[in-house]
């Protein structure tokens, strides 16, 4: 017997350039994906042994390591900050590139009082390894967006958050100062589903890295 291979998409901006690389691995969404004023959360495909789930970026993550879907697309960033041991990322898929960055207000200087500062950031796992290997311990107010909002309002003297143009800091009026690392989606899967679905997961996984083996090229 087949089993249903669950494949979990984040809801944002990935997807976008998602849906084609998918659609070139042979996977095709029922309409009912397409239409807006679906609140359906899971999906036909046209493969009758595969649906999809489209759910938040972290959740895209947390659904995954715990093999509530056994395949998915999802940003370094969220990998990283989850650290999750159950989660494999064989392949980049070269999509959604942008960078996770600390930015501060221009001309602003935000120094480590005995060696603590204070970080807004989605990112708390991420911004607490970085700085603790610096030595310097940050306190990190979590904000879920607008994080460039946070400097000039008093709430912490810097952000980490993601970079892609820098428009988004400019108009804040914030500048950035180091990049903590560059970012790109990548397929994930859960270990333990790879191992059991030998005979549909590790296929799928070969056939994405061959597509981004290819776009890499082209
Ligand atoms: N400016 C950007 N350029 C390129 N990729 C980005 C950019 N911002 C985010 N991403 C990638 O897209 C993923 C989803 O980000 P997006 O902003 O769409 O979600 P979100 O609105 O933060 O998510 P949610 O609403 O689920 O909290 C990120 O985890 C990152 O990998
Ligand atoms: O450097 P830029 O090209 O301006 O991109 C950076 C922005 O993109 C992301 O937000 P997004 O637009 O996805 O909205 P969000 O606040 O909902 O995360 C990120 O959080 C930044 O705010």
Redesign the pocket.
């Known amino acids: 017997m087949t089993e249903r291979i669950i494949f979990a998409i984040?809801?944002?901006?990935?997807l976008d350039e998602a849906l084609p690389l998918m659609q070139s691995a042979g996977i095709e969404p029922e309409s009912a994906f397409f239409d807006e004023g679906s609140r359906a959360l899971l999906f036909a495909t046209n493969n009758p042994h595969m649906s999809i789930i489209r759910v938040?970026?972290?959740d895209v993550a947390t659904f995954v390591a715990h093999g509530a879907a056994h395949i998915g697309i999802v940003?370094s960033?969220?990998i990283d900050e989850f650290d999750y041991s159950e989660l494999y990322a064989p392949v980049d898929l070269g999509i959604?590139?942008?960078r996770i960055s600390v930015a501060m207000p221009e001309g602003a200087s935000d120094p480590a009082n005995g060696g603590h500062i204070r970080v807004a950031t989605k990112y708390p796992a991420t911004t607490s390894r970085y700085y603790q290997a610096q030595g310097i311990q940050a306190e990190c107010v979590k904000l879920?967006?607008a994080m460039e909002l946070a400097p000039s309002l008093g709430l912490s003297g810097r952000i980490v958050d993601?970079v892609?143009s820098g428009r988004t800091l400019a108009e804040n009026g914030l500048v950035e100062t180091d990049v903590i690392s560059q970012?790109s989606?990548r397929l994930i899967v859960n270990r333990a589903a790879y191992k059991m679905m030998s005979g549909t997961l590790p296929a799928l996984v070969e056939r994405f890295r061959l597509l981004s083996g290819e776009r890499a090229a082209a």
């Open positions: 984040p809801k944002g901006r990935i938040r970026a972290f940003g960033d969220v959604g590139r942008c879920n967006g993601l892609s970012v989606a």
